[in-house]
């Protein structure tokens, strides 16, 4: 990873924020992704457009994999790739909602080694790079620490919380929601929850920045089974996301023995 690849996500979330901002109370031109994945609107594509120009033109022999960019058959042979998310809760976005963000992260050999998620409506911007730690706004974050899932405060959806992902029983939990995965993420990074997860199929897109910033700031991060996580596959999915509370210590996961 160039020494400036960080720096460049970061101009490039602020260009972004830039785009996406002058689209607030405009006409929007809402549609709905086919196989029920959600809206896109104006802004979206507007904000992955600005994207592309600003990190590509930087690092042309990097590969692409955006929610808004059709599929690149070539990253994977890239040697790194740009994974983002050009607006992470495209619903809260269009409700005229603070809550989104901008999720870029750096993918090199499976491994997220660059990140930022920017909330520029409430002033949040995430960093975090290999090795280097994981800062909320310039200042470094970290965990909670909490070893404990009874009594956590957890990011979740209520789905999550069904009786057939919990073989030792559904935990007692202080249970909250955000619209933004990224988000999620970050709030764990930084100690405001204990822990977050989602047990459903995830896009690359939508956590791969948040989990570089949770372990750089060393909270334990793993997919929904708790297994180790992978980026830039062919199919730009991974199997859910669990930060914060090791799943595994709290025996949530079936055992295997």
Same mark, same amino acid.
């Given at each position: 990873m160039p020494a400036t690849?960080?720096?460049?996500?970061?101009?490039?979330?602020?260009?972004?924020?830039?785009?996406?901002t002058r689209h607030i109370g405009a006409p929007?031109?809402?549609?709905?992704?086919?196989?029920?994945?959600? !809206?896109?609107?104006?802004?979206? $594509?507007?904000?992955?457009?600005? #994207? =592309?120009?600003?990190?590509?033109s930087a690092r042309p022999a990097y590969g692409w994999l955006s929610e808004e960019s059709g599929h690149d058959p070539t990253r994977m042979l890239a040697p790194s790739t740009f994974i983002v998310d050009p607006i992470d809760g495209t619903r809260s976005f269009i409700d005229g909602a603070d809550i989104w963000a901008h999720s870029l992260a750096v993918c090199d050999g499976g491994q997220v080694t660059a990140a930022v998620v920017y909330l520029p409506l409430v002033d949040k911007l995430y960093t975090a790079s290999l090795g280097h730690g994981a800062y909320l706004n310039g200042t470094p974050i970290? !965990?909670?620490?909490?070893?404990? $899932?009874?009594?956590?405060?957890? #990011? =979740?959806?209520s789905p999550n919380m069904a009786p057939k992902f919990w073989p030792n029983g559904v935990p007692n939990v202080k249970r909250s929601h955000r619209p933004s995965l990224a988000y999620r993420l970050c709030l764990v990074a930084e100690g405001r929850f204990d822990a977050m997860?989602?047990?459903?199929?995830?896009?690359?897109?939508?956590?791969?920045?948040?989990?570089?910033?949770?372990?750089?700031?060393?909270?334990?991060?793993?997919?929904?089974?708790?297994?180790?996580?992978?980026?830039?596959?062919?199919?730009g999915t991974v199997d859910g996301v669990w930060a914060g509370v090791s799943g595994a210590t709290c025996r949530i996961f079936p055992s295997t023995d």
């Amino acid at each position: 990873m160039p020494a400036t690849d960080l720096p460049l996500l970061i101009e490039a979330a602020r260009a972004a924020a830039e785009t996406a901002t002058r689209h607030i109370g405009a006409p929007l031109d809402v549609r709905e992704k086919p196989g029920g994945q959600g !809206p896109v609107t104006s802004a979206d $594509l507007a904000v992955n457009d600005t #994207l =592309a120009e600003v990190l590509l033109s930087a690092r042309p022999a990097y590969g692409w994999l955006s929610e808004e960019s059709g599929h690149d058959p070539t990253r994977m042979l890239a040697p790194s790739t740009f994974i983002v998310d050009p607006i992470d809760g495209t619903r809260s976005f269009i409700d005229g909602a603070d809550i989104w963000a901008h999720s870029l992260a750096v993918c090199d050999g499976g491994q997220v080694t660059a990140a930022v998620v920017y909330l520029p409506l409430v002033d949040k911007l995430y960093t975090a790079s290999l090795g280097h730690g994981a800062y909320l706004n310039g200042t470094p974050i970290a !965990p909670s620490g909490r070893t404990e $899932l009874n009594g956590a405060r957890v #990011l =979740a959806t209520s789905p999550n919380m069904a009786p057939k992902f919990w073989p030792n029983g559904v935990p007692n939990v202080k249970r909250s929601h955000r619209p933004s995965l990224a988000y999620r993420l970050c709030l764990v990074a930084e100690g405001r929850f204990d822990a977050m997860f989602t047990f459903r199929e995830t896009w690359e897109w939508d956590i791969a920045a948040g989990t570089l910033v949770v372990s750089e700031a060393g909270a334990p991060v793993t997919d929904g089974k708790g297994g180790a996580l992978r980026f830039n596959t062919e199919g730009g999915t991974v199997d859910g996301v669990w930060a914060g509370v090791s799943g595994a210590t709290c025996r949530i996961f079936p055992s295997t023995d």
